[in-house]
């Protein structure tokens, strides 16, 4: 059996890439990628993650959850220039976007800064810029 932190790692990119209702669902996503798990650990895996469900029924990371919910509120407008992605919000949101991004791990990005209204974005290359672009339009 493969160890705890990186099954709980492939279940965290599991549910950012899936629309899971149930712990079969993760159960037979989990076995394709070679982890072969009692529902008793799957239980134990979700109450340690801290997964939540969604209106909809899919689980869901609580880092997801707070950066849909601070990029609805506070984003105004995002370019991308290079690989740079430029985050503009309302004044004031800068710093608890740019955490909530980081708390996110969001692919491709590096790393933020923030100002008051401002947030640059590092990603790996340009085209991981969009794809940050894309996911936080998403989000909107």
Same mark, same amino acid.
Request: glycine content about 10%; overall charge neutral; hydrophobic content about 40%.
């Given at each position: %059996?493969?160890?705890?932190?990186?099954?709980?790692?492939?279940?965290?990119?599991? =549910?950012? $890439?899936?629309?899971?209702?149930? $712990?079969?669902?993760?159960?037979?996503?989990? $076995?394709?990628?070679?982890?072969?798990?009692?529902?008793?650990?799957?239980?134990?895996?979700?109450?340690?993650?801290?997964?939540?469900?969604?209106? *909809?029924?899919?689980?869901?990371?609580?880092?997801?959850?707070?950066?849909?919910? %601070?990029?609805?509120?506070? &984003?105004?407008?995002?370019?991308?220039?290079? /690989?740079? &992605?430029? =985050?503009?919000?309302?004044?004031? *949101?800068?710093?608890?976007?740019?955490?909530?991004?980081?708390?996110?791990?969001?692919?491709?990005?590096?790393?933020?800064?923030?100002?008051? /209204?401002?947030? %640059?974005?590092? @990603?790996?290359?340009?085209?991981?810029?969009?794809?940050? $672009?894309?996911?936080?339009? @998403?989000?909107?």
């Amino acid at each position: %059996m493969k160890k705890r932190a990186q099954r709980r790692d492939v279940i965290r990119t599991i =549910v950012r $890439q899936h629309q899971v209702h149930t $712990q079969k669902e993760l159960a037979e996503l989990l $076995q394709a990628q070679g982890y072969d798990c009692t529902q008793a650990t799957i239980s134990r895996d979700i109450a340690d993650i801290g997964l939540m469900k969604t209106q *909809g029924g899919c689980y869901v990371l609580p880092e997801d959850l707070r950066l849909h919910r %601070m990029v609805s509120e506070l &984003v105004e407008d995002i370019y991308v220039a290079g /690989n740079l &992605v430029v =985050v503009k919000t309302y004044s004031g *949101g800068a710093p608890g976007v740019a955490g909530a991004i980081d708390m996110a791990g969001l692919l491709g990005s590096l790393g933020t800064v923030a100002g008051d /209204n401002t947030i %640059m974005i590092a @990603a790996r290359s340009p085209e991981d810029a969009l794809a940050v $672009q894309e996911s936080l339009n @998403a989000l909107r």
